[in-house]
């Protein structure tokens, strides 16, 4: 083989004049840190010790070890002292805190680990993806790093789990499942709760594993959330799958029930022929896009009479729901973007599917909980507030709202549906 075909490791594999040159500045900057802390390190001794100067002294240095960073490998070397009135184990020694004794890794590195991993990368190719970046020390990589990086999750997650939610209050839940791949098992579902707090802020509120989405799954989570202290949202928005809404009739029966609109959409639009669907998603956004209710409610039946003779079954399909598609209207109008769907989870669940396509059934019951939790973890540090965040408070003292508007009174019901009527 010619040298020409020789790939050194030792430095990236698309290394450039500029990589090169911020990796020896690097370096020098480091061994420059490194002494400087040695000179302060020395000089406190001999404040401190009366024989200090003459007991610690510099002893040559530790062996040179590769360190991993950002832009590739560096080289550092740590000088070491001798205590002379001590052994080698024992006495006083210089310990560096900008290089630890068993650094390998900074810190940025490590946080880019379990991100590579959520995001889809598998354990067998992190060292074929990170040596043309990293260079040699990218070999370290090994699948038994990440499986270490799994069990510290997996104690964060069960450390979550039982948390304290006493006194815990979210104006709105989100809820949902999604099917993934489980060794050995089918139909299992990732059940989970995103919530909304006073200040507008979402947050994950619960996630579990469940069988099917059925009751008895959602029963599980919504008593444990129950028994941890959780107070009663106002408005829960999830899909048509009947074991959540059967279960939060049971646990939290003051919550008020919102379907998603995008679920309901595909629902009905699955039930008519490719030739209609088009007018049919028209028709139907219209129905949920309407500034009052009783606009929503007259393109409700416009659609009915439209398709009611030849497509029951769609009809059907939208009829069964049409008060719980319409809950939305008695909350904030500035809410409303927020409630017709259950895209919070949708998105962030995106990511969940590259991941469980990636492992190809490889995760069990427990690890994936765990992956679902640090993808939710990660996606959370993202999410802005809601819209209208300062109506929240409104809901939670319990002022009524109709089509989107504050009602206070009798008064002010009227003039409100006399603004409606001039707005459209």
Excluded at 252 to 268: A, S, Y
Aim: a positive charge.
């Amino acid at each position: 083989m010619s040298k020409s075909n020789v790939v050194d490791l030792k430095k990236p594999a698309f290394s450039d004049a500029v990589t090169e040159l911020l990796r020896e500045g690097a370096q020098r900057l480091i061994s420059e840190a490194i002494e400087s802390e040695l000179e302060s390190f020395l000089e406190e001794v001999r404040e401190k010790l009366s024989n200090g100067k003459e007991r610690i002294v510099r002893n040559g240095y530790l062996p040179e070890r590769p360190l991993l960073t950002g832009i590739g490998e560096i080289r550092v070397k740590v000088p070491r002292t001798r205590d002379r009135l001590a052994s080698a184990q024992a006495g006083i020694h210089f310990e560096s805190n900008l290089v630890p004794r068993y650094l390998r890794r900074v810190a940025s590195v490590n946080e880019a680990l379990p991100l590579l991993y959520l995001k889809g990368l598998s354990e067998k190719d992190f060292q074929t993806a990170l040596i043309p970046l990293f260079g040699e020390a990218a070999k370290n990589l090994s699948p038994g790093v990440i499986s270490r990086l799994k069990m510290s999750w997996e104690g964060e997650y069960q450390a979550w789990r039982k948390r304290t939610l006493t006194g815990k209050r979210y104006v709105y839940w989100w809820a949902d499942g999604i099917e993934l791949s489980v060794r050995n098992e089918v139909g299992h579902r990732v059940l989970v709760i995103l919530g909304v707090t006073a200040e507008g802020k979402k947050e994950l509120v619960a996630l579990e594993d469940g069988f099917r989405e059925s009751t008895a799954s959602w029963l599980s989570v919504l008593r444990d959330l129950k028994e941890a202290g959780i107070e009663s949202p106002a408005l829960a928005v999830g899909d048509g799958a009947l074991g959540f809404w059967a279960a939060l009739r049971q646990v939290f029966p003051e919550t008020r029930h919102q379907r998603c609109w995008f679920h309901k959409l595909g629902n009905v639009l699955d039930k008519l022929p490719k030739s209609q669907q088009a007018k049919a998603k028209s028709m139907l956004h219209e129905i949920f896009q309407s500034a009052t209710k009783t606009e929503a409610m007259n393109a409700f039946d416009l659609f009915m009479n439209t398709f009611k003779l030849k497509y029951a079954k769609a009809v059907e399909c939208l009829e069964k729901d049409r008060e719980t598609l319409l809950t939305f209207y008695d909350f904030p109008a500035e809410h409303w973007i927020h409630l017709r769907t259950t895209n919070p989870i949708e998105s962030t669940f995106s990511i969940v599917r590259h991941r469980s396509y990636k492992a190809k059934g490889a995760f069990s019951e427990k690890t994936i909980l765990t992956m679902v939790f640090k993808i939710f973890q990660s996606a959370e540090e993202r999410w802005i507030r809601i819209r209208g965040f300062e109506q929240l408070n409104n809901v939670i003292i319990g002022i009524k709202f109709r089509d989107g508007l504050a009602v206070l009174n009798e008064t002010d019901s009227l003039l409100t549906e006399k603004n409606n009527q001039e707005a459209a």
